[in-house]
């Protein structure tokens, strides 16, 4: 009896609930992709960019940014 409440109910019940929500999420996201590579590339390189001026440029108050600068 505590097999089937512990195991099937609990174990079971939480890795296939997780696997739903995970194919839920991956339906949702999949409508993004388009399939096209070079904008794909493009939009890489875009957000490579804002990322490295977010470091970069952000107002630290001279403090060094990620630990990394000095």
Known sequence: MLWKTADVAGIDGAVNGIAAGI?????????TQSGKHA???????????????????????GKPVLGMLR
């Open 39 to 61: 904008q794909l590339r493009v939009w890489v390189v875009v957000g490579a960019l804002v990322v490295m001026a977010i470091i970069f440029f952000w107002p630290s108050g």
């Open 23 to 31: 194919t839920a999420i991956g339906d949702g996201v999949r409508h």
